[in-house]
């Protein structure tokens, strides 16, 4: 049978720009591993402290939630809330109505160090920042941000109940 698909242009095709993602992926991951390392962090934990920071807001949220927002497996959320509330960079609450259910928040000392990581993290990936103006940085993170997003939906394209991962 023959298939009348047109041929995507071989510019942007799906496996050339999955390919230069995946790339562009690791040049930047050594400098930010070369951050984070200095400072005893795990990836995950790094993606788990910054998902508290930013939620600090929020209020109470759990450990699941946190997990789903920050892309991570439930049991690598687990681990590396462990390693944040060993150091007390993070504390865990229990309800006492509901001994399942754990709620994760940044402490002080984890708030400093995400803002005192952050700008060693923008320094060292600046020369790869410095590419592009502002407008051109928008743009990138808006088409990657477009990416996350629809990896964090459902198959049907909605968006999942807070909690459920």
């Not at 990836?43 to 991570?72: D, K, M, Q």
């Not at 743009?139 to 807070?162: C, K, Y």
Request: hydrophobic share 40%; aromatic share 6%.
């Amino acid at each position: 049978m023959i298939h009348n698909r047109p041929m995507p242009d071989a510019e942007v095709s799906a496996s050339l720009l999955g390919r230069l993602l995946m790339q562009a992926g690791r040049v930047l991951d050594g400098p930010f591993g070369e951050v984070i390392d200095r400072y005893g962090l795990t990836r995950n934990a790094w993606w788990l402290l910054t998902e508290l920071y930013g939620t600090r807001p929020e209020g109470l949220v759990t450990i699941g939630e946190h997990a789903r927002r920050c892309g991570l497996a439930p049991s690598s959320a687990t681990i590396a809330a462990e390693q944040l509330t060993i150091r007390k960079l993070a504390r865990r609450r229990r309800p006492r109505d509901n001994r399942r259910i754990i709620y994760l928040t940044v402490t002080e000392p984890g708030v400093a160090l995400v803002e005192a990581v952050r700008d060693e993290l923008e320094a060292s990936a600046a020369r790869f920042y410095r590419l592009y103006d502002d407008e051109e940085r928008r743009v990138l993170r808006d088409l990657l941000g477009r990416i996350v997003e629809t990896a964090n939906r459902e198959p049907d394209g909605s968006v999942p109940e807070p909690g459920r991962l």
